[in-house]
């Protein structure tokens, strides 16, 4: 998972981020594979606050696989899990210029037929330095599985 991060755009964590990720928090990341290569990955968890949503951290995709519908087959996939059964909503933050993971969103909503809605949530000030944009947050549902 990190090595795609540190070829991609997305925010890069420590390396122990993954593997922690993947140690406790396993029932709710996804890995996509092809000829024992990772193409894929989902990072996330459920809120101990709010044990009907699964805040997804982040998805990633090799930049070759790419536009194959990868993303949404894996956020499908963790939401058919037996860890998701009772979940009702995902939520996510995306930034205002991550026009590809915001249309991810909106086509999971379209295709759970339930809705999206989006909300200012981690403002630009609260990040050090200039360089990183404010996150909004996303939440799809409820869900109905």
């Given at each position: ?7 991609s755009t997305l925010d890069t964590n ?128 409820p869900i109905q599985h």
């Amino acid at each position: 998972m990190w090595e795609l991060v540190t070829k991609s755009t997305l925010d890069t964590n420590s390396s122990y981020k993954y593997i922690l990720m993947s140690e406790y928090f396993n029932e709710t990341c996804v890995i996509a594979k092809q000829n024992d290569q990772v193409i894929g990955f989902i990072t996330a968890f459920i809120p101990p606050k709010k044990q009907n949503t699964v805040f997804i951290w982040q998805v990633g995709v090799d930049t070759n696989q790419r536009g194959k519908g990868i993303a949404s087959k894996m956020l499908h996939f963790l939401l058919e899990s037996e860890a998701c059964q009772s979940i009702q909503f995902v939520e996510a933050t995306i930034t205002p210029t991550n026009r590809a993971s915001q249309s991810l969103f909106q086509k999971l909503a379209r295709d759970f037929h339930t809705e999206i809605h989006s909300d200012e949530f981690f403002t630009k000030d609260i990040f050090p330095g200039d360089e990183h944009e404010e996150e909004w947050r996303f939440v799809v549902g409820p869900i109905q599985h």
